[in-house]
């Protein structure tokens, strides 16, 4: 059992409690005991992709936090917490809805590398201590404004709910509620807001680099746009190599371990390595990196390479000059 299970996370859910519901399930289903992680922290209240590393592949879930991730997000205008999601309270509010073209106007100025201070409800350390403790506490949390990269920032098509009790006219089918969305947050179903229309909210998606905060980011949009604003859902559909095309549920998780089944849905060490080249080595080579001795004149162009011996994964190596040294070895 060394490999990754793709968890679609429930709302409410921690990622530790995610965790810990892989190792019941490996517990229920007699598999034994293994090292679990997760590889990237979604909030509880978020759902969506969190992968989850099993056995030998734990060692590969700190390459996992450094992913790209993408997402699915709610703005709701007109009001902003202190969290910056619905989980705060009220702290500033504002009048002003935007209309969808000001909407689309305003992203180009979120999209590449930007600066954006993170919310002072985050896992950040402040002298130590964590930024959300220090402002649970009432204290006052200033963080250094950090560099991210929004590779990609756009409408949801379909999406947005104008501020008219009626909704807009002019067609086109309602909007489909998702299941992913939060209880505490079902906008009603309608047509798409008329032209000019002021919006009450707007989805978005937006592929992001590490240590972007998706809340920031959402405040930042309503700001741009003269409003204030707190994101209502937050769902990651893809985290590095992961989409939700290859998340399986809680159930679904629990029902493979009680059938004993859940090698079915353990995806190879592989799947995670899948941006980077394979690098096949003869049993000697192997032995080599295996003591953790660097291999001498390899025919690779500089980099990092997947090597293996056969089918058999070996270690996470880099090439540079002709000398391959490992950077995580695998004991398979």
């Known amino acids: 059992m060394h490999g990754w299970i793709i968890l679609d996370k429930p709302l409410g859910l921690g990622s530790t409690q995610g965790v810990s519901a892989v190792k019941r399930a490996l517990r229920e289903g007699g598999y034994g005991k293994f090292k679990v992680g997760h590889g990237g922290t979604l909030d509880p209240l978020a759902t969506g992709v969190l992968p989850i590393a099993i056995g030998e592949v734990t060692k590969l879930a700190g390459r996992m936090l450094d992913s790209?991730?993408?997402?699915?997000?709610?703005?709701?205008?007109?009001?902003?917490?202190?969290?910056?999601?619905?989980?705060?309270?009220?702290?500033?509010?504002?009048?002003?809805?935007?209309?969808?073209?000001?909407?689309?106007?305003?992203?180009?100025?979120?999209?590449?590398?930007?600066?954006?201070?993170?919310?002072?409800?985050?896992?950040?350390?402040?002298?130590?201590?964590?930024?959300?403790?220090?402002?649970?506490?009432?204290?006052?949390?200033?963080?250094?404004?950090?560099?991210?990269?929004?590779?990609?920032?756009?409408?949801?098509?379909?999406?947005?709910?104008?501020?008219?009790?009626?909704?807009?006219?002019?067609?086109?089918?309602?909007?489909?509620?998702?299941?992913a969305e939060s209880p505490l947050h079902q906008p009603a179903a309608g047509p798409p807001p008329r032209a000019g229309e002021e919006l009450q909210e707007i989805t978005l998606t937006a592929h992001v680099s590490k240590g972007t905060y998706i809340r920031s980011l959402a405040r930042d949009i309503a700001l741009a746009l003269g409003t204030v604003g707190h994101v209502t859902m937050l769902r990651r559909t893809r985290a590095g190599p992961f989409g939700v095309d290859s998340a399986i549920s809680?159930?679904?998780?629990?029902?493979?371990?009680?059938?004993?089944?859940?090698?079915?849905?353990?995806?190879?060490?592989?799947?995670?390595?899948?941006?980077?080249?394979?690098?096949?080595?003869?049993?000697?080579?192997?032995?080599?990196?295996?003591?953790?001795?660097?291999?001498?004149?390899?025919?690779a162009e500089d980099g990092q390479y997947f090597a293996l011996l056969e089918e058999t994964p070996v270690a996470l190596v880099e090439a540079q000059s002709g000398l391959v040294r490992v950077i995580r070895g695998f004991n398979l």
Do not use: M, N, W
């Open 68 to 179: 790209d991730k993408i997402y699915e997000f709610t703005i709701g205008f007109g009001a902003q917490t202190d969290t910056l999601d619905l989980e705060g309270r009220e702290i500033a509010t504002s009048d002003v809805r935007p209309t969808l073209a000001q909407v689309e106007a305003v992203l180009p100025r979120f999209t590449g590398p930007i600066e954006q201070v993170p919310p002072a409800y985050s896992a950040l350390k402040v002298d130590g201590a964590r930024a959300y403790d220090l402002a649970r506490a009432g204290e006052e949390v200033t963080l250094a404004t950090r560099a991210v990269t929004i590779q990609a920032l756009q409408i949801l098509p379909g999406t947005g709910r104008g501020t008219a009790a009626e909704g807009g006219g002019g067609g086109g089918a309602p909007r489909a509620i998702s299941c």
């Open 250 to 299: 809680l159930d679904k998780l629990a029902d493979a371990a009680k059938a004993r089944t859940l090698e079915h849905l353990l995806l190879p060490l592989r799947a995670g390595l899948d941006d980077i080249p394979a690098l096949s080595l003869t049993p000697d080579q192997a032995g080599l990196l295996r003591q953790g001795q660097v291999l001498a004149g390899i025919a």
